[in-house]
């Protein structure tokens, strides 16, 4: 049976994703200001907090973690109605795993953390690195026999693990379960607890808010001594957990809510048959005036224009 997708939230993820890849390619100095974080300026990108402003490298995490949480009421419903919860809940810690062993594994083959000086033997490790993961994370096609893709799988797990196992750094140290990709750590950690908050909390939206509003107490609290503080540094397995990852929370939970939008919308539109007969144009007009709500926003804030921004 083939699976509905929501083709807007796909081309938003989509954007993200590129917006993300361009961020993390860009030169280290000899572009404008506009083009880094707000608080790692040019030319010695020292982070600055006093410095005002944002800028769109400043926005694409936030822009693919809302994504993330509206994705996750669209996949989790469809699995709550073929599967039973506990199938569920094994499902959440199977991907919550799997992202956690891309952002160590990720890390481990980049070029410049084998070796700065970029040798030929660290390009070689990590094109192997990168082919690898096309083969772990691979959907094969289903017409394949069942053991022929069980080997592919076990084969590319083996190799993985065993390149772990005997890949070595320019300063000799070896494989950490702390050397890895901050970016997909945070995600791991906030796909995990967004979609637990949300599974048992679908049905009840202002308990998910409260869970928002307690959170925030935590953040507000956190640097006075006492239980808060304990409970913020609190980490039994600090190269995956920290609660600081889950401040994101405040960006994917708003996601879920507008993914069970997008889940409700779809379901009206399946029971009622309707249709739409808004001229094209009016869509291209809203869709211009929120990407000028971003341009205005992000102009004004970082050049100080806070009247023309308010306006």
């Not at 009206?268 to 809203?286: D, E, G, M, R």
Request: glycine share 4%; proline share 6%; with cysteine.
């Amino acid at each position: 049976m083939k699976s509905e997708r929501a083709l807007n939230l796909d081309a938003l993820r989509g954007f993200a994703i590129l917006s993300m890849v361009l961020a993390g390619t860009i030169p280290y100095t000899g572009l404008p200001a506009w083009m880094y974080h707000a608080q790692l300026p040019p030319p010695d990108r020292t982070f600055n907090p006093n410095l005002p402003g944002l800028t769109w490298v400043d926005l694409v995490f936030p822009l693919f973690l809302f994504c993330l949480g509206a994705a996750i009421p669209l996949a989790l419903n469809r699995r709550l109605n073929e599967q039973p919860l506990s199938k569920v809940l094994i499902h959440i810690l199977e991907r919550t795993a799997l992202l956690a062993f891309f952002a160590i594994f990720l890390f481990h083959v980049r070029p410049h953390i084998i070796d700065p000086q970029l040798p030929t033997r660290a390009w070689l490790l990590a094109l192997f690195g990168f082919t690898l993961m096309f083969l772990l994370f691979v959907k094969w096609p289903q017409f394949w026999s069942l053991k022929l893709r069980i080997l592919l799988k076990f084969l590319a797990w083996a190799a993985a693990i065993i390149l772990l196992y005997k890949i070595r750094f320019a300063d000799g140290s070896g494989f950490s379960l702390y050397r890895s990709d901050i970016i997909i750590i945070v995600l791991c950690n906030v796909y995990f607890s967004g979609s637990l908050i949300w599974l048992f909390t679908r049905n009840r939206l202002l308990l998910r808010l409260g869970i928002l509003a307690i959170l925030l107490g935590i953040r507000l609290a956190h640097a006075e001594p006492g239980w808060v503080q304990w409970w913020w540094n609190f980490s039994p397995f600090p190269w995956l957990y920290k609660l600081y990852y889950h401040q994101y929370l405040f960006v994917v939970i708003p996601g879920t809510i507008i993914g069970e939008t997008l889940l409700n919308w779809r379901k009206q539109l399946k029971q009622f048959n309707v249709h739409f007969n808004h001229p094209s144009w009016k869509s291209i007009l809203i869709a211009l005036n929120f990407i000028l709500v971003v341009f205005v926003n992000l102009i004004g804030l970082q050049s100080r224009l806070l009247i023309f921004n308010l306006i």
